[in-house]
């Protein structure tokens, strides 16, 4: 995956997706998490932003 050059957002999962709801943690896996702990940065989209905004209260998000 090429790297961007618009603003990045960084994602941390901080609760896990278990238990969740099936869409909830297709979210999460799209937005590349894999395990609690794990961080990853993603272009600020309306996209993205519409990933974090459904699963909010599994991350941590920090602006870059």
Do not use: W
């Not at 050059?5 to 943690?25: A, D």
Request: net charge positive.
């Amino acid at each position: 995956m090429a790297k961007s050059k618009g603003k990045q957002i960084k994602v941390t999962l901080v609760r896990s997706p278990f238990g969740r709801l099936r869409k909830h943690r297709d979210c999460v896996r799209g937005l590349g998490l894999r395990r609690l702990h794990h961080s990853v940065s993603v272009e600020d989209s309306p996209q993205v932003r519409g990933l974090i905004e459904k699963v909010s209260y599994l991350l941590q998000v920090e602006e870059n």
